[in-house]
């Protein structure tokens, strides 16, 4: 039994406008069946993709705060004129610089039109096959605790564990990374950015949420009332949903 992430889910108050600027930003298609912007691979929609994740883009009334988000995307290169030439073409579709404290990096921080964070990294072999989404990047106290907890929560394995890094990737070796940096604050409001999970056919929803529970995930009440997902967080409280299969 294991459980599949599926969507990076995206806080906005414009969902459709943040979900044409994801889609544009990853060179994907912009999908609007309801309320929702879902963003994934070219080529006609599937879901859940088969090879990576993709962003679905929810609508809530409240806007972001000035705190920093503590998950992030972080985008892939191929070369430095990439990098440039990527950076500036999403300023031109609204990002605008952002300034976490990050100095003198060879990435460079922006925030979508709504003000999410999120990194455009130098080239680097790691991510030279993710497609255009590198990583989603967790901020966190203990990355060792948390990759374990995500090892066993999802069917992803280990590739990195240190005590101020810890990566997680697709046993399949496709798609993006989820990757846990040690840092110094806490968190203190809700995660505008988190990952959604997917039972795999023929797997029981109810008992997927009672393992996590055992490994350390709790319940979450966001008012979400009777909804076939269920919302939980992770050890260090970051918020994830169980979608039903």
Known sequence: MALRPVMVNVKAVDAAAVGRFWAEALGWSAYSAGATTYVGPPGGL????????????????????????????????????????LVERLRALGATPAHVG??????TVLADPEGNEFCVLEPGEIYRDTGPLAAVVVDCADPRAMAGFWAGATDWTLHELADDHASLRSAKGTGP??????????????????????PYSGDDKAAEVDRLRALGAMDLDIGQGDVPWTCLTDPEGHEFCVLAP
């Open 46 to 85: 599937v879901w859940p993709d088969p090879v990576g994740l993709g962003v679905d883009v929810v609508p809530v009334p409240e806007p972001k705060t000035a705190t920093k988000n503590r998950v992030h995307l972080d985008l892939a290169t191929t070369s430095a004129a990439h990098q440039a030439e």
């Open 102 to 107: 990050q100095g003198d990096v060879p990435w």
């Open 177 to 198: 990374y989820l990757e846990f940096l040690r840092t110094p604050d806490v968190k203190t409001v809700p995660d505008r950015v988190h990952l959604d999970l997917l």
